[in-house]
C-alpha cells in the first residue's frame, strides 16, 4: 500500500482547522473552496476528499 | 537409427505444436504481439527439443543426458523470470495496474506451458522408443503411434491447465451506484470518499457498478485476496477502455468488499458504459493460483 498523505486542506470555516501540517487555503463561499480544491488537486495529482465539516482534504494516494 | 531419428523429429513437432495450441493471442493477456508471439513460439520449441532427445540418447547409453533436465529446469525457470520482469516493469506505464498476484500468476503460466512442451516431447518420445524396443514396429506405423498419443496428451494437459474463472466461483450482477453524502456507493458498500462535485456527477452518469456474490466459503476467501480484486479491475479496463487520466484518481476504479457477506463490489468508469459486458469480462477473469483458498477443508487430504 502506498503511503497516504494529505497535501492542503481547503475550509470555509478557519475555526475547524487548528495547528496544521499541510498549508490551508482559506475560501469564502463553497464554490470558492471547491473551485481552489480542484485547482490543487490537479497540480499534485491528488484527490479532494469532502469531510463534511466545511473542510475539503487533498489527499495523494 | 533411422527410426529414432524421425521418432525425434515428430516428438520435437509434438511438443512445438503443444506450445502453439497454448498460446493465447487476445487484448487481456500477454503475450498480444508479434515479438512476443514469435519468441515463446520458439522457447516451445526448444523446450520440445530438450524433451525429445532425452530418451534416444539413454537409449545409446547416454547417461550425461541426465543434464538435459536440470538445463530444461533452469531453461524454464528463466522464462519465468523472463516474463515476470518484463511485466513488472510495464507496470507503471498503466493506468490501471496489473498488480503482483497476477503478474506472477501470469509468469508460471508461461513456465507451465513450457513444461508441456517439454513433457510432451519426452513422453511421446519415450512412448514410440520403447514401442520401437518391444514390437520393433514398422517407422510408419510408429509415427502414427506417436501422432495420436501426443495429441491425447495435449488435450489433457491442457485441461489440467485450463484455470478456473470467477464465473465458477460466483455470480455477478450489476450494481447500484450512488452517493450517499460524499462517499461513492455501490449497492451498500462504500467505495470512496469523493469531494469534487463535477466528477460525482460525471460517476453518476458514466460510471458502472459490479457486485460479485461469491458462491461459497472458499470463494469469499479467494475474493477477499486483493491481488485477485486487482486482475479483475485490471481485465475491465483492459477490455473496456478507462475513462481516466493520471489527474483524475477521482475516476480510479476500486473493489471493496462487504465483510459481514464477503461480497465485492466494485466500481470502474469507462469509455462505453455497458454493464452487460463488464458482466460478461468479470466472469472470464482467471481465478489466481495464489489468490485461491479452501478454508472449508473439503479437499483436505488425509494423514
Redesign the interface.
Known amino acids: 500500500m502506498a503511503k497516504e498523505t494529505i497535501v492542503a486542506i481547503v475550509t470555509t470555516n478557519k475555526e475547524k482547522v487548528l495547528y496544521s501540517g499541510p498549508p490551508v487555503f482559506y475560501a469564502e463561499s463553497k464554490e470558492e473552496a471547491?473551485k481552489t480544491?480542484?485547482l490543487l488537486?490537479?497540480i499534485t495529482?491528488?484527490?479532494?476528499?469532502?469531510?463534511?465539516n466545511e473542510c475539503?482534504?487533498i489527499v495523494q494516494? | 537409427m533411422e527410426n529414432s531419428i524421425s521418432v525425434i523429429f515428430i516428438a520435437i513437432i509434438m511438443g512445438t505444436l503443444a506450445r502453439v495450441l497454448m498460446i493465447r493471442v487476445d487484448y487481456r493477456q500477454y503475450p498480444s504481439y508479434p515479438q512476443s508471439f514469435v519468441s515463446h513460439l520458439i522457447l516451445g520449441f526448444v523446450a520440445a527439443c530438450l524433451g525429445a532427445v532425452v530418451t534416444p540418447a539413454f537409449l545409446t547409453k547416454d547417461y550425461g543426458a541426465v543434464t538435459f533436465l536440470a538445463l530444461a529446469t533452469a531453461q524454464f525457470k528463466d522464462i519465468r523470470s523472463m516474463e515476470r520482469d518484463s511485466l513488472e516493469r510495464l507496470e507503471n506505464m498503466e493506468l490501471v495496474r496489473r498488480g503482483e498476484a497476477y503478474i506472477e500468476d501470469i509468469a508460471k503460466r508461461f513456465e507451465a506451458r513450457n513444461y508441456v512442451s517439454f513433457l510432451t516431447s519426452f513422453s511421446v518420445c519415450t512412448i514410440s522408443s520403447i514401442l520401437n524396443h518391444i514390437f520393433e514396429l514398422e517407422v510408419f506405423l510408429l509415427l502414427i503411434v506417436e501422432i495420436v498419443f501426443g495429441f491425447f496428451l495435449i488435450l489433457f494437459l491442457k485441461s489440467i491447465l485450463k484455470p478456473n474463472t470467477i464465473a465458477d466461483i460466483a455470480d455477478i450482477k450489476e450494481g447500484k451506484i450512488h452517493f450517499k453524502g460524499p462517499l461513492l456507493m455501490v449497492d451498500e458498500v462504500v467505495i470512496m470518499n469523493i469531494g469534487y462535485q463535477v466528477s460525482k456527477d460525471i460517476i453518476l452518469e458514466k460510471g458502472m457498478g459490479i457486485t460479485i456474490y461469491p458462491k461459497d466459503e472458499n470463494a469469499v476467501a479467494t475474493l477477499a485476496n486483493i491481488g485477485q480484486r486487482q486482475a479483475i479491475i485490471h481485465n475491465l479496463a483492459s477490455q473496456l477502455g478507462i475513462r481516466k487520466d493520471v489527474d483524475e484518481p477521482d475516476f480510479t476504479p476500486l473493489a471493496r468488499r462487504e465483510p459481514s457477506t464477503g461480497n465485492i463490489s466494485l466500481f470502474i468508469l469507462t469509455m462505453n458504459n455497458i454493464p452487460r459486458d463488464g458482466i460478461v469480462i468479470a466472469k472470464n477473469v482467471p481465478v489466481l493460483e495464489s489468490a485461491r483458498r479452501k478454508p472449508d477443508g473439503s479437499e483436505k487430504k488425509e494423514g
Open positions: 471547491e480544491a480542484m488537486s490537479k495529482l491528488a484527490m479532494i476528499h469532502d469531510v463534511e475539503f482534504i494516494h
